[in-house]
């Protein structure tokens, strides 16, 4: 199992990845985060989904002030936009490049949805268009 960190627009992110041969392919996932607030506060934190057949395997994307993410993932050595397909269970990681925007994304974020076994977020991969996760 490949343990990296990756450093996207400012956020730390740990990306995993294992079991993924270089003939299997990535699909592409775009998404939004809604939530009942101004979504810009996550600006800087992360999606990060594990597959449900192996949580070993990951991707994560960065969410813009707009609540928008590209899911990326670990193969071949490199990151690499999409991820495997499957079934897998989301949720949200806090950035932490700033303590005031990290508060105010944690009291925008009930704490359910920064584990993967209480957020009930769920992702398709391919997906049937852009996903929407929806954090209340």
Do not use: L
């Given at each position: 199992m490949a343990n990296v960190r990756i450093?996207?627009?400012g956020v730390l992110a740990a990306v995993f990845l294992a079991?993924?041969?270089?003939?299997?392919g990535l699909r592409p996932v775009t998404g939004t985060v809604t939530g009942p607030g101004d979504v810009a506060v996550l600006a800087g934190s992360?999606?990060?989904i594990a597959l449900e057949s192996d949580p070993t395997v990951r991707a994560s994307g960065t969410?813009?002030?707009d609540g928008r993410f590209t899911l990326d993932s670990l193969k071949d050595g490199r990151v690499r936009r999409g991820a495997p397909a499957g079934?897998?269970?989301?949720r949200i990681v806090l950035g932490d490049d700033d303590p005031t925007l990290q508060k105010?994304?944690?009291?925008a974020v009930p704490a359910k949805y920064l584990k993967f076994e209480t957020s009930g977020l769920t992702v398709r991969v391919p997906a049937d268009g852009?996903?929407?996760l929806a954090v209340r």
């Open positions: 450093i996207r627009g079991g993924c041969s270089s003939s299997e992360a999606v990060e969410i813009e002030p079934a897998y269970k989301a105010k994304a944690a009291k852009a996903v929407t």
